[in-house]
């Protein structure tokens, strides 16, 4: 019998194992853009652990093995940031992000004023953007320009969408 993923809240004790995932799964992403000095890959175990403090931090495991994370924090204004949708490469293309994501939308919800959900992607990473626009996701505003290479699609969807989603 085969395990299933389950998806709960990192702890401390998760950090160094999301740091390597995520160095892992943006390999692809460093590669697309021909950049691999994108700040996934070089963001420092400290900067992550205060990520954990500050946010919301989700694991999804596959019994004691983190293969895929994302982080989330609410604004005061009420924007519902999501960033760093991770899944361990062998993982991919089975369903998790969307689980991860609709998991973290779920948990930003709980307890906060989140009006909208934001996040964003490389132009060229097609199947995050098809994956977002797929779970509802809209772009908003024009790419921004990053270097020569990279430019970012911000896309959002409204907090009552999520939760009229979920519901459905």
Not at 51 to 60: D, F, P, S
Not at 81 to 88: N, Q, T
Not at 133 to 156: F, H, I, N, P, W
Request: proline share 2%; charged share 25%; no cysteine.
């Amino acid at each position: 019998m085969g395990m299933s993923v389950t998806i709960s809240t990192a702890t401390e004790g998760d950090a160094e194992s999301i740091l390597k995932l995520q160095y892992l799964a943006y390999q692809s992403e460093a590669a697309l853009y021909g950049d691999y000095s994108i700040e996934p890959l070089t963001q420092t175990l400290d900067a992550l652990r205060a990520e954990l403090a500050e946010g919301t931090v989700l694991a999804a495991r596959l019994g004691d093995e983190v293969v895929g994370s994302v982080r989330g924090v609410v604004d005061p204004d009420g924007t519902a940031r999501i960033a760093k949708l991770i899944v361990h490469p062998r993982m991919q293309r089975h369903g998790l992000g969307g689980r991860l994501l609709r998991a973290i939308e779920q948990q930003l919800a709980d307890g906060t004023e989140a009006k909208r959900y934001r996040l964003f992607t490389g132009h060229r990473s097609e199947i995050n953007l098809r994956l977002y626009r797929k779970l509802g996701y809209q772009q908003v505003g024009a790419a921004e320009e990053v270097t020569r290479r990279l430019s970012l699609v911000y896309m959002e969807k409204s907090a009552s969408a999520a939760t009229y989603a979920a519901s459905a």
